[in-house]
């Protein structure tokens, strides 16, 4: 899902040192007559740079190690000023770098901030400081990236952040790594990584006392899916039929992080299930008192998470929560769709580092689902939504249509505002990323004649509706593009 589509929440400030001034006035200045030139740097760049190149690395540098990207460059040293992370405080960070090896072009610097659960994402400094300004929309040049970089030299990457004043966690932990497209440089000393290929050795106190523990996990959600009677279901967004009477349930929604109830938030949500020989279908009825988008029901494949008022549905046939073969689906409050196939955990996913003009999944591919909606002004709207079964690619597990006590992966979602009030059936704990199958609810598919299961809620709570916000917007998955 999505994840806001790139590392959010932290507050940023650019460098206003005249040194930076000073690199961006050459530059441009220098624009003109490098016009032709489409990568490196041109002489005047580099004197502007001359200070962030060291033959060796100061001795007076606080915190020295050794990260091994690939054997093409190393991470040296670092130091933060003030060393304590306190909320609110700006924070200057230089890092040291030392290239030995040769690297294509483009290859840049990225950097997040996150707290101890690398998951958890509170800021991102790709595109700042005095080395990292960028040369291209999107960031997709930095002034002066590791491909740009002499052999054998220290370079000097500086760069601030704001901690946010609502900081409540005891460390924060700076990630970098050095991206190109949807390549990361391996990190060969891997007690010195985390598992994204992100080097983990740069960590700040915040002075916030440690807060309680996180809620234990509980079991995915289940419920069942009953066979409907053949041509019972009128795609009109009423569900005024009988059979949507004894459906699957999912009780109401709650919050994806830690699977709480949420009262008050604007997204308030439930769904059901059921089948028969020909389709799939939902119904969600979202308690959104004033939905919204700019999209039309003949948009091709529009960022709806991005943009709009909606629900989704992420699934993945059969029982395994692998993540691989799954499909993502998501309906807005004007009936536009968005749907893609998935081959593993976010892959394929293609294109330039701009979100616009990014690949996500096998976006060719379509569900050619069928749906309506009814909106009830100032109350609520109603999503109903059936899938072919012909649409599927062959499912690894089982049949089409399933056979009755097969079991599906599904995890449902509503959302608006991009996505800053979002959630869910089943919830991701701190797992963060709404394609990880392994936290999809479990649906199982059962005759006409079979009981469906109680109402299948995470946490059992009641529906509710009112218009606050919830507190602290949810960090989607697409916050994390490289």
Request: proline share 9%; glycine share 8%.
């Amino acid at each position: 899902m999505s994840d806001s589509r790139r590392i959010g929440g932290g507050l940023f400030s650019s460098r206003t040192t005249l040194g930076v001034v000073a690199i961006l006035a050459i530059a441009a200045s220098a624009s003109i007559g490098c016009a032709k030139r489409k990568s490196g740097l041109s002489g005047k760049e580099r004197e502007a740079l001359k200070e962030y190149v060291l033959d060796a690395l100061p001795a007076d540098v606080p915190h020295k190690v050794d990260v091994n990207f690939d054997d093409k460059v190393h991470l040296v040293g670092w130091k933060a000023e003030p060393a304590v992370a306190a909320p609110g405080a700006k924070i200057d960070f230089t890092l040291y770098w030392k290239k030995t090896g040769d690297l294509e072009p483009d290859w840049k610097l990225f950097t997040h901030i996150t707290t101890d659960s690398t998951h958890d994402a509170l800021g991102n400094a790709d595109c700042v400081g005095a080395i990292r300004q960028p040369k291209a929309p999107d960031c997709g040049q930095q002034l002066y990236g590791p491909s740009d970089w002499e052999k054998g030299k220290i370079v000097k990457d500086t760069f601030d952040w704001t901690v946010p004043t609502t900081i409540t966690t005891p460390r924060i932990r700076v990630l970098v790594g050095i991206w190109k497209g949807p390549s990361r440089l391996q990190i060969k000393n891997v007690e010195a990584a985390d598992n994204e290929n992100r080097a983990n050795v740069i960590v700040l106190p915040t002075g916030v006392q440690a807060s309680a523990p996180p809620p234990a996990e509980r079991p995915v959600p289940s419920t069942t899916a009953p066979k409907f009677a053949a041509n019972a279901i009128k795609i009109d967004g009423k569900l005024d039929e009988p059979e949507w009477q004894r459906a699957g349930s999912t009780g109401p929604f709650v919050a994806p992080s830690d699977g709480k109830p949420q009262p008050a938030s604007p997204v308030n949500a439930t769904a059901k299930f059921g089948w028969d020989d020909t389709n799939l279908y939902f119904a969600f009825v979202v308690d959104d008192k004033n939905p919204e988008s700019p999209f039309k029901p003949g948009d091709k494949d529009p960022h709806i998470w991005a943009k709009a008022s909606g629900v989704e549905i992420m699934l993945q046939p059969g029982d395994p929560g692998d993540n691989k073969d799954y499909y993502e689906l998501q309906v807005d409050s004007n009936g536009a769709v968005y749907d893609t196939h998935w081959d593993d955990f976010r892959a394929p996913e293609t294109g330039g580092p701009s979100e616009e003009t990014k690949v996500f999944g096998h976006m060719d591919w379509s569900s050619n689902l069928k749906a309506a909606v009814n909106v009830e002004k100032g109350a609520r709207y109603t999503v109903e939504i059936a899938i072919p079964w012909a649409s599927f690619q062959k499912p690894r597990m089982g049949t089409l249509p399933p056979t009755p006590r097969d079991v599906w992966r599904v995890n449902l979602y509503s959302f608006r505002d991009g996505q800053r009030a979002a959630l869910a059936w089943s919830p991701l704990y701190r797992e963060g990323s709404f394609h990880r199958t392994s936290k999809f609810g479990k649906l199982m598919f059962v005759d006409a004649a079979a009981a469906p299961a109680p109402s299948a809620s995470a946490s059992g709570a009641p529906s509710a509706s009112a218009s606050a916000v919830p507190a602290r917007p949810l960090i989607m998955p697409r916050a994390l593009p490289k």
